[in-house]
């Protein structure tokens, strides 16, 4: 292997592979990535056994070659390296990289060492709008456990409807819901199309959320048996499928919620985030007492003392308290662009629902548990 490429473009793609490759792994050569050389580019492999990553650069190839690279060194060289073209040469069982007067070689493995992973779909029967599915990754990937022994819910569920698309993630305490209007898939009017539900592991929504910002469009999508497939511009994000039934979730959405008040986010967000600093480490609890025109939020640790901070509301219904874990409402209010938030409660020990009040283009929806008082 011979080649010589821009430093910007290899940069991107190895930047984009960090979140792929396991560091901290039993299997040594997942720490590495699967570079291939051939006519006028570069592709690049990254994969954990769950989710893989696949790329391609521009290159002056001088002589074709694959081999298997230490990913994590081979970025923090390129980074450090001038703005200047990039020379990449395999040299005795390593790999040269140069730019400029600086010189370096890193050791490689035998390419036949690295797992084999799917090359990508043939077709791509489903084409998803990239805001729209970008809303939906940024508003419901924090909800997701990453350590249940109930594996389902180290995903979310995706659901692609003839004429609307959504993603829902719940860690048994607390549901995000959002949903997103679709055209039909080509050829199919919104009565035929099927409804596609399968489940996406929490670190394939991380890396769709970072692909998603490069500015692409349209997302193409394709499953197969075992695998999913998403299409962003040169790239594809290779992901297993969680095979398991994941929750009701329309049973856990109340409907009988008869209470509501208004907030102004950005006020509601700053009382909760002083009011918790003195909240109890662990459960992270705070309290809001609703009475007739205001909200109080509270918190007391008996070791390090309270906090109180009364918020002016339109409110004229009975007084109670209910409790709230603080993460989890902030949680909800970063996601979240609008200037108004919506509560919406029936008592001090039902699900309670905080939606954006005027968000355009989407539907959000997060249930969030009271805590015990």
Same mark, same amino acid.
């Given at each position: 292997?011979?080649?010589?490429?821009r430093?910007?473009?290899l940069? @991107?793609?190895?930047q984009?592979?960090?979140?792929? /490759?396991?560091?901290?792994?039993?299997?040594?050569?997942?720490a590495?990535?699967?570079?291939? *050389?051939? $006519?006028?580019?570069?592709?690049?492999l990254?994969t954990?056994?769950?989710?893989?990553?696949?790329? @391609? !650069?521009?290159?002056?190839v001088?002589?074709?070659?694959?081999?298997?690279?230490? $990913?994590?060194?081979?970025?923090?060289?390129?980074?450090?390296?001038?703005?200047?073209?990039?020379?990449?040469?395999?040299?005795? #069982? #390593?790999? &040269?990289?140069?730019?400029?007067?600086?010189?370096?070689?890193?050791?490689?493995?035998?390419?036949?060492?690295?797992?084999q992973?799917p090359?990508?779909?043939?077709?791509?029967?489903?084409?998803?709008?990239a805001? %729209?599915? @970008?809303?939906?990754?940024?508003?419901?990937?924090?909800?997701?456990?990453?350590?249940?022994?109930r594996y389902?819910?180290? #995903? %979310?569920?995706l659901?692609?409807?003839?004429d609307?698309?959504?993603?829902?993630?719940?860690d048994?305490? @607390?549901l *995000?819901?959002v949903?997103?209007?679709?055209?039909?898939?080509?050829?199919?009017?919104?009565?035929?199309?099927?409804?596609?539900? /399968?489940i996406?592991? &929490? &670190?394939?929504?991380?890396?769709?959320?970072?692909?998603?910002?490069?500015?692409?469009?349209?997302v193409?999508?394709?499953?197969?048996e075992?695998?999913?497939?998403?299409?962003? %511009?040169?790239?594809?994000?290779?992901?297993?499928?969680?095979? %398991?039934?994941?929750?009701?979730?329309e049973?856990?959405?109340?409907?009988t919620?008869?209470?509501?008040?208004?907030?102004?986010?950005?006020? +509601?967000?700053?009382?909760?985030r002083?009011?918790?600093?003195?909240?109890?480490?662990?459960?992270?609890?705070?309290k809001?007492?609703?009475?007739?025109?205001?909200?109080?939020?509270?918190?007391?640790?008996?070791?390090? #003392?309270?906090?109180?901070?009364? +918020?002016?509301?339109?409110?004229a219904?009975?007084?109670?308290? =209910? !409790?709230?874990n603080?993460?989890?409402?902030l949680?909800?209010?970063?996601? =979240?662009?609008?200037?108004?938030?919506?509560?919406?409660?029936?008592?001090?020990?039902?699900?309670?629902?905080?939606?954006?009040?005027?968000?355009e283009?989407?539907?959000?929806l997060? =249930?969030?548990?009271?805590?015990?008082?």
């Amino acid at each position: 292997m011979e080649l010589v490429l821009r430093k910007t473009d290899l940069l @991107r793609e190895l930047q984009l592979m960090q979140g792929i /490759v396991e560091r901290k792994t039993t299997i040594p050569v997942l720490a590495n990535l699967l570079m291939e *050389a051939d $006519a006028n580019e570069i592709r690049l492999l990254a994969t954990d056994l769950e989710v893989g990553l696949r790329s @391609r !650069c521009e290159a002056s190839v001088a002589r074709p070659g694959t081999v298997i690279i230490p $990913a994590k060194k081979l970025f923090e060289i390129v980074r450090s390296l001038p703005e200047t073209d990039v020379r990449i040469e395999e040299d005795r #069982g #390593g790999v &040269k990289i140069a730019a400029d007067r600086f010189d370096s070689r890193l050791a490689t493995q035998a390419a036949e060492e690295f797992p084999q992973v799917p090359t990508g779909a043939e077709e791509y029967p489903e084409t998803l709008a990239a805001a %729209g599915l @970008r809303q939906m990754v940024k508003k419901t990937q924090f909800a997701i456990t990453g350590e249940d022994t109930r594996y389902f819910l180290n #995903g %979310g569920l995706l659901v692609l409807g003839p004429d609307a698309m959504l993603l829902v993630a719940t860690d048994g305490h @607390r549901l *995000a819901h959002v949903k997103v209007p679709r055209e039909a898939p080509a050829g199919k009017a919104g009565g035929e199309a099927e409804e596609l539900r /399968v489940i996406l592991p &929490k &670190k394939t929504l991380s890396e769709l959320d970072k692909l998603l910002g490069e500015g692409d469009e349209v997302v193409q999508f394709a499953r197969t048996e075992n695998h999913l497939f998403f299409k962003v %511009g040169e790239r594809v994000l290779i992901s297993r499928v969680i095979d %398991g039934q994941f929750p009701a979730f329309e049973r856990v959405i109340p409907r009988t919620n008869d209470k509501k008040i208004d907030f102004e986010r950005d006020k +509601l967000t700053s009382a909760i985030r002083r009011v918790s600093l003195l909240s109890n480490e662990r459960s992270r609890a705070v309290k809001l007492q609703i009475e007739a025109g205001q909200v109080e939020v509270t918190s007391s640790s008996p070791e390090v #003392g309270d906090a109180r901070e009364l +918020l002016m509301v339109e409110y004229a219904g009975p007084a109670l308290q =209910v !409790c709230f874990n603080a993460q989890y409402m902030l949680d909800f209010l970063t996601a =979240v662009e609008t200037e108004q938030v919506v509560l919406e409660f029936k008592d001090e020990v039902s699900q309670a629902v905080m939606r954006p009040v005027g968000a355009e283009g989407y539907d959000y929806l997060y =249930v969030i548990m009271p805590m015990r008082i």
